[in-house]
């Protein structure tokens, strides 16, 4: 339905850009205090329904911008996420073992083990499919 997230980023921010450009060039509201000049230009706004066409196109370009920040937002969710998956597993394992004293590489290769065991395990939990996904930039499933 829609493009991936860098080129809809991306797209989004030259809408955007070619909006103020046409609003500081084309679209003036006034042209004088008052006089003839603000009847005739309003006229023709009103006649082709510059103002509403106008809030139409704001208002799809905010629809667009709200999507790229939700997109970015479940991104960077996602990969804290997964930051947290992987380093608590690892980082409670070397913790109990600093904690002990014990510096075997036997002992550090069996926690790396655990922890790897963990993570995996984690992943394979509802939440875990979920990080993934959302890091994929994938449809998430509730």
Do not use: C
Not at 106 to 117: E, G, K, R, Y
Not at 129 to 134: E, G, K, N
């Amino acid at each position: 339905m829609f493009d991936s997230s860098p080129r809809l980023a991306h797209r989004v921010a030259g809408l955007e850009k070619n909006i103020a450009v046409f609003r500081s060039t084309y679209w003036r509201q006034h042209l004088t205090a008052h006089g003839p000049a603000n009847d005739l230009l309003l006229a023709f706004q009103n006649q082709h329904r510059l103002p509403a066409r106008f809030n139409e196109i704001l208002a799809e370009a905010a629809d667009y911008s709200r999507l790229v920040q939700t997109q970015e937002s479940q991104q960077i969710s996602a990969a804290l996420g997964v930051l947290t998956i992987l380093g608590l597993p690892l980082g409670t394992a070397l913790s109990i073992l600093q904690v002990l004293g014990d510096g075997s590489v036997t002992h550090l290769l069996i926690a790396l083990a655990l922890s790897v065991a963990a993570t995996t395990a984690v992943l394979t939990t509802r939440y875990g499919r979920l990080v993934l996904s959302s890091l994929r930039g994938g449809e998430r499933k509730t």
